[in-house]
């Protein structure tokens, strides 16, 4: 279980929030630019969106930025996890066939680094 303050020792966490943080900037800028381009838009196009007042429109252009920090932020968390059990899956797999090759080569079976136990053949490849 986990004490007070311990995350700031869990270099796991602290990777996972740094890959979440970074992907929200990015989602906040490239639908913030989005946004800005769909207000210009509709600046130049809408009378309704002209007279709406500088903190709604700011409003409209900050919902897209949440928006897009969101999905970035949660996109490139599941790529993280996708990566991490991915490579915990390999350490463990490694690690059963260690396991394995130490038990095959205890048994000094030929094939694998033993001699053959029967003189004047060679181990068969």
Do not use: C
């Not at 600046?43 to 969106?49: D, G, L």
């Not at 897009?68 to 915990?88: C, L, N, P, T, W």
Request: a positive charge; hydrophobic letters at 40%.
């Amino acid at each position: 279980m986990r004490q007070h303050g311990s995350l700031s020792k869990d270099e796991e966490t602290n990777k996972a929030a740094w890959v979440a943080a970074r992907g929200a900037v990015t989602g906040a800028a490239k639908w913030g630019i989005f946004a800005a381009v769909a207000a210009g838009a509709a600046y130049a196009i809408s009378p309704v969106y002209r007279g709406l007042t500088v903190q709604f429109k700011v409003y409209i252009q900050m919902s897209g930025m949440i928006l897009g920090s969101m999905i970035e932020a949660d996109k490139r968390m599941i790529a993280y996890e996708h990566q991490v059990r991915h490579q915990k899956r390999m350490a463990r797999d490694m690690e059963a066939w260690r396991r394995y090759e130490e038990d095959y080569e205890r048994r000094g079976t030929p094939g694998v680094g033993a001699e053959s136990k029967v003189k004047g053949r060679e181990p068969e490849v």
